[in-house]
């Protein structure tokens, strides 16, 4: 079976309304972060069930903003994901405070495992950051209550669930702050972007004034009007152009979602009997969730590289989600995983994401599915 050609890793479906709503944009001539930044921001609210959010440049600058909103600083430690992006590790050290990375859960459960966080508690810590991997919900009934009991802040990287359905509420909005992405490759794209949503309005503030240098009052053309700065602040401030498009995609969202559920449940159907690969979440398939990935994790002794060129030669783009934080060079010199990370670990090197995005065809997961199957050598 041949698809109609390569098969991209991600793609966007970006087309012509976001066109248009950008044209808007540069027609009205105000580019940074206005009224359109405003609507994006009521609109997602409104999506989370929430009051207010808070958009900012990158998802990046929702961790930092959110760190800081919390008051988490020097010496305090944080425990989150060895397997993530390393941009909550980068924030936290980026504040003063430690990065304790901690273990998911299993082979097929990529989520981070509570009771790992638990038992990585210490007097010095402040914050859990749990990281909704792929788009499907951590165990958030257990994090909270882990919080809960030992006084300590929940951040949601949400960057790869936006508006997403979980028992008692949506993900993003059940921790004390949730960050998203809007990032080139997310389901919701700006090319780059992110919000924020928080539980406290004092925190909600806090994001606000310093994302724009803590100014007051707040301002977006500085020099048009006297001003004070109350507080150290940034410039995460995104453009009306991101917001146009932003609110595009948005209302695109749930269209676009069904079309990878459909994709997600081909792969799954072609793959499962596929001797010793891993089809994470399988298990959740009746759960709302992104589908913001679509990672397998090889046979153990399969060489990774050697799987994944033989798929590059069939013109079939992967990647890995992701290399594990605590293996990165600069957290093994300057912050060690203390104790093990054993299913981390395990899966490391066999960790790959296939192709997955709206605008594949059910065509093209089932060549991709034929092409796993040969590289792994038939095997079922």
Not at 115 to 123: E, G, K, L, M, Q
Not at 272 to 294: E, M, S, W
Not at 329 to 354: F, N, Q
Request: a negative charge.
């Amino acid at each position: 079976m041949g698809a109609a050609g390569p098969v991209t890793l991600a793609d966007t479906t970006v087309g012509e309304e976001e066109t248009a709503a950008v044209a808007e944009v540069l027609a009205g001539g105000w580019l940074s972060s206005g009224p359109v930044t405003e609507s994006f921001e009521r609109e997602f609210a409104k999506a989370l069930g929430k009051a207010d959010a808070i958009a900012v440049s990158s998802g990046t600058a929702a961790l930092h903003l959110s760190l800081l909103a919390l008051g988490i600083g020097p010496g305090d430690e944080v425990i989150m994901p060895a397997l993530s992006f390393v941009a909550s590790a980068a924030m936290t050290v980026a504040v003063g405070a430690v990065p304790v990375f901690a273990d998911v859960r299993a082979e097929d459960d990529l989520t981070i495992d509570p009771a790992d966080v638990a038992a990585r508690v210490t007097d010095r810590t402040k914050a859990v950051v749990v990281m909704h991997y792929g788009g499907y919900a951590a165990d958030m009934a257990a994090l909270t209550a882990l919080t809960a009991r030992h006084s300590l802040k929940l951040i949601e990287d949400a960057a790869h669930a936006p508006v997403v359905r979980h028992d008692t509420g949506m993900l993003g909005g059940l921790g004390d702050v949730g960050c998203f992405s809007f990032h080139a490759t997310k389901n919701l794209t700006t090319g780059e972007g992110g919000m924020i949503v928080a539980a406290d309005p004092d925190v909600a503030a806090r994001c606000r004034a310093t994302r724009s240098h803590a100014l007051t009052p707040y301002c977006d053309r500085p020099g048009t009007q006297g001003y004070d700065v109350t507080g150290l602040g940034f410039n995460y401030r995104p453009t009306e152009i991101s917001s146009a498009i932003g609110r595009v995609q948005l209302g695109r969202l749930r269209t676009d979602r069904t079309v990878r559920a459909g994709l997600v449940t081909c792969y799954r159907k072609l793959l499962v009997g596929v001797k010793g690969l891993v089809l994470p979440f399988a298990h959740r398939a009746d759960a709302d969730t992104a589908h913001h990935l679509f990672p397998v994790v090889l046979p153990p002794g399969t060489d990774r590289e050697d799987f994944r060129a033989a798929l590059h030669e069939a013109g079939i783009q992967t990647s890995v989600h992701y290399p594990p934080t605590h293996q990165l060079s600069y957290y093994r010199r300057h912050h060690p995983s203390v104790g093990g990370l054993p299913v981390t670990d395990a899966i490391a090197e066999r960790l790959v994401s296939l192709p997955l995005h709206a605008r594949m065809t059910p065509r093209d997961a089932e060549y991709v599915a034929a092409r796993v199957v040969v590289a792994l050598g038939g095997g079922r």
